[in-house]
């Protein structure tokens, strides 16, 4: 059975990877995800004035210029996620 990784953006370079390379990717960008989450929820308690649409623009940048290895769809997929997740949760 192959893993399901949903609504996620398979980098071109990884087009050659077998499946479990693929979700063991996914799942790392998963635990990316739940830290990124972690820290802008800090972010929004410790600056209540801050909306979440600029919260996403700012970490947007700042993902960028880490340097990981991500590329910008990637990057996009998170911060998206991010925003979506700290809407539902207000």
């Not at 399901?4 to 077998?18: A, C, E, L």
């Amino acid at each position: 059975m192959k893993p399901r990784i949903p609504d996620y953006h398979i980098r071109s370079d990884w087009q050659m990877k077998t499946e479990a390379e693929l979700f063991v990717r996914y799942e790392e960008n998963v635990q990316l995800l739940e830290h990124l989450v972690a820290y802008s929820q800090c972010k929004l308690m410790e600056n209540p004035s801050w909306k979440i649409d600029w919260l996403g623009r700012t970490l947007l940048g700042r993902v960028r210029r880490k340097g990981w290895d991500l590329d910008r769809q990637e990057i996009r997929w998170l911060v998206t996620k991010v925003k979506q997740r700290l809407q539902s949760s207000s």
